[in-house]
T-cell receptor, first 113, second 113 residues
Framework: QKEVEQNSGPLSVPEGAIASLNCTYSDRGSQSFFWYRQYSGKSPELIMFIYSNGDKEDGRFTAQLNKASQYVSLLIRDSQPSDSATYLCAVRGRGSTLGRLYFGRGTQLTVWP | GAGVSQSPSNKVTEKGKDVELRCDPISGHTALYWYRQSLGQGLEFLIYFQGNSAPDKSGLPSDRFSAERTGGSVSTLTIQRTQQEDSAVYLC???????????FGEGSRLTVL
């Protein structure tokens, strides 16, 4: 089983702040990385994916990937209370496990007004 | 609806009984996944189907678990002789291809008494 590690949190930030969520992975050859958001009692939904080293921005969200350090992060700018959720990092398998997506345990984020 | 549909949404059963969980994926999606999520835990991969290829069953936790996908569409996850440790939310997801961009259903919450 591929290892995907996340700080379990909880992470608590005030409204308007930047929330930083971190994830490390064990397979150096991994190529595809995903961030899912899961509201309490709901199913995960994809918010971003990143394949190349560097930053990828989508609105208030920025995904950062550093393959050399086996590290992927998600920054949420101007955090809103509606961003309060658990954020799941996921890494796609490769080779015989190409179709599999390995998830971390998630980081719970609370944004307080 | 256009999303992934799962049934039942809730199932309470007695230890030792068999249960069947159903998943109807998004039309046209060739990949279908089953994950389970226990309270406070991450997503545990169970099985995935891709087109007409043999399914990747390597995540099934025991031979009491089985799944099939008929006609490349609807899937059924069967748990025989349920145990209390099988209690979890069983999530089905589909994808247009094995890209890692999964669309999840609302899940089936299984409680084994």
């Amino acid at each position: 089983q591929k290892e995907v590690e996340q700080n379990s949190g909880p992470l608590s930030v005030p409204e308007g702040a930047i929330a930083s969520l971190n994830c490390t992975y064990s397979d150096r050859g991994s190529q595809s990385f995903f961030w899912y958001r899961q509201y309490s009692g709901k199913s995960p939904e994809l918010i971003m994916f990143i394949y190349s080293n560097g930053d990828k921005e989508d609105g208030r969200f920025t995904a950062q990937l550093n393959k050399a350090s086996q590290y992927v992060s998600l920054l949420i700018r101007d955090s809103q209370p509606s961003d309060s959720a658990t954020y799941l990092c996921a890494v796609r398998g490769r080779g015989s496990t190409l179709g599999r997506l390995y998830f971390g345990r998630g980081t719970q984020l609370t944004v307080w007004p | 609806g256009a999303g992934v549909s799962q049934s039942p949404s809730n199932k309470v059963t007695e230890k030792g009984k068999d249960v069947e969980l159903r998943c109807d994926p998004i039309s046209g999606h060739t990949a279908l996944y089953w994950y389970r999520q226990s309270l406070g835990q991450g997503l545990e991969f169970l099985i995935y189907f891709q087109g007409n290829s043999a399914p990747d069953k390597s995540g099934l936790p025991s031979d009491r678990f089985s799944a099939e996908r008929t006609g490349g569409s609807v899937s059924t996850l069967t748990i025989q002789r349920t145990q209390q440790e099988d209690s979890a939310v069983y999530l089905c997801a589909s994808s247009p291809a094995i890209t890692g961009e999964l669309f999840f259903g609302e899940g089936s919450r299984l409680t084994v008494l």
